[in-house]
Every structure is written in structure tokens, then in C-alpha cells.
């Protein structure tokens, strides 16, 4: 079975500081993994995917999220937060068949 | 490629009225699903296609829901009667299975219902 757990339903953090969501996941098979985010009033937009090939993913807006297998953990990053980033993110594991399983979903706030 | 589009983006409508939302999903996408979010549940998938089949509608909360895929362009979601429990966003997605791509889906902008 698979699943997504996404620690902190609320992160703030200050212009120019450090993002940093969290997301572990369990899956039976080796996983794809994803981070959507959703602008207030909007869909969800892919930010990036893991797809097996390199650890580091490198999305849209400066994002990155590192895939460890040991922890298994598919955390997500940016060195400097802008006010335009403040959105809910999602965390989401495909076990590779058509089903993705999302997390709760967290809600990052920058305070200027 | 205009994305997912939904219809309509808004409805409000009074509690015992059918509800119809929309949904068209990207060209040459293969799979079709339905998401409810709200806040206190946050975000639910409701049913899947695939090839416009359901392929697995254990989300779908009640008789009152239902789902159709009629062919590759257009799907249905429909809520009869409504009840203001039933107040939330509706998501469509897509996205193409096989073919090497990694299912990656596609959402629509969503459709915001309020039932009075």
C-alpha cells in the first residue's frame, strides 16, 4: 500500500529564509514521487517529480526536493522564500499504476 | 495544449437541486479522475477512468454521486439531490498512462459549489 505523510499542516517563514516541507512516504514498489502546489482560488500545478533517475529534482520557482530512499523521505526546498510562494503544497506517491496518493497537504505562509 | 477545463467555475444552488459539473480533459490523456476538496477533509479523489471506463469509484460518497465518461473529451459529475454537505471544490485531472510517461496528472481550475 501506499501512502504520504506530510509533516506540519502550517509552515511560516520569513522573506528570504529557508523552505523547508516534508514529506515521507510508504510504498510496496520503488515510488514516484511528486510536489504539487496550489495557489489560492487555482488547481494544482506540478512543482516536480521523482522519477528514478537523479535523487535531486530540481522543479519550477527555484524548488528542489531530494529523494532518500533510507529515510524514505522526498523533502522539499528552497535556499530563499519569496512572497509569491506562499500557496498550500502538496506531496504525492504514484506506485507507478495510475493512482496517485496525496498528502494532507501543508500551508506555507512568508512573512515579509 | 489549453489544459483541463471545467465547468461551471462557480454554483451555487439550493439543497435538493441536481447539480451537473464538467469536465474536459487534455487531448490523448487516457485517465480521468474527481477530487473533492474542503478544509476539513482535504483533498479526496472521488473516481477514476481509465479509457473511459471507472475503474474505481470507492471515493464516491453516496448513491446521490455519480460519474460518467461518455467518450475521450468529456466527463460528468453529477450530485442528485445536493445537500450543503456537499459544499466544496470539485478537481478534474488527467493524465496519459503507458507509452514511458510517469502518470503525472493534470488538474482543472476546479469548480467551487455552495448548496444552500
Known amino acids: 500500500a501506499q501512502s504520504v505523510t506530510q509533516l506540519g499542516s502550517h509552515v511560516s517563514v520569513s522573506e528570504g529564509a529557508l523552505v523547508l516541507l516534508r514529506c515521507n512516504y510508504s510504498?510496496?514498489?520503488?515510488?514516484?514521487l511528486f510536489w504539487y502546489v496550489q495557489y489560492p482560488n487555482q488547481g494544482l500545478q506540478l512543482l516536480l517529480k521523482?522519477?528514478?533517475?537523479?535523487?535531486l529534482v530540481k522543479g519550477i520557482n527555484g524548488f528542489e526536493a531530494e529523494f532518500k530512499k533510507s529515510e524514505t523521505s522526498f523533502h522539499l526546498t528552497k535556499p530563499s522564500a519569496h512572497m509569491s510562494d506562499a500557496a498550500e503544497y502538496f506531496c504525492?506517491?504514484?506506485?507507478?499504476?495510475?493512482?496517485?496518493?496525496f498528502g494532507t497537504g501543508t500551508s506555507l505562509t512568508v512573512i515579509p | 495544449d489549453a489544459g483541463v477545463i471545467q465547468s461551471p467555475r462557480h454554483e451555487v444552488t439550493e439543497m435538493g437541486q441536481e447539480v451537473t459539473l464538467r469536465c474536459k480533459p487534455i487531448?490523448?490523456?487516457?485517465?480521468l479522475f474527481w477530487y473533492r476538496q474542503t478544509m476539513m477533509r482535504g483533498l479526496e479523489l472521488l473516481i477514476y477512468?481509465?479509457?473511459?471506463?471507472?475503474?474505481?469509484d470507492s471515493g464516491m460518497p453516496e448513491d446521490r454521486f455519480s460519474a460518467k465518461m461518455p467518450n475521450a473529451s468529456f466527463s460528468t459529475l453529477k450530485i442528485q439531490p445536493s445537500e450543503p454537505r456537499d459544499s466544496a471544490v470539485y478537481f478534474c485531472?488527467?493524465?496519459?498512462?503507458?507509452?514511458?510517461?510517469?502518470?503525472?496528472?493534470?488538474f482543472g481550475p476546479g469548480t467551487r459549489l455552495t448548496v444552500l
Open positions: 510504498s510496496s514498489v520503488p515510488p514516484y
Open positions: 504525492a506517491v504514484s506506485d507507478r499504476g495510475n493512482q496517485f496518493y
Open positions: 487531448s490523448g490523456h487516457n485517465s
Open positions: 477512468f481509465n479509457n473511459n471506463v471507472p475503474i474505481d
Open positions: 485531472a488527467s493524465s496519459l498512462r503507458g507509452g514511458g510517461t510517469y502518470n503525472e496528472q493534470f
Open positions: 521523482y522519477t528514478s533517475a537523479a535523487t
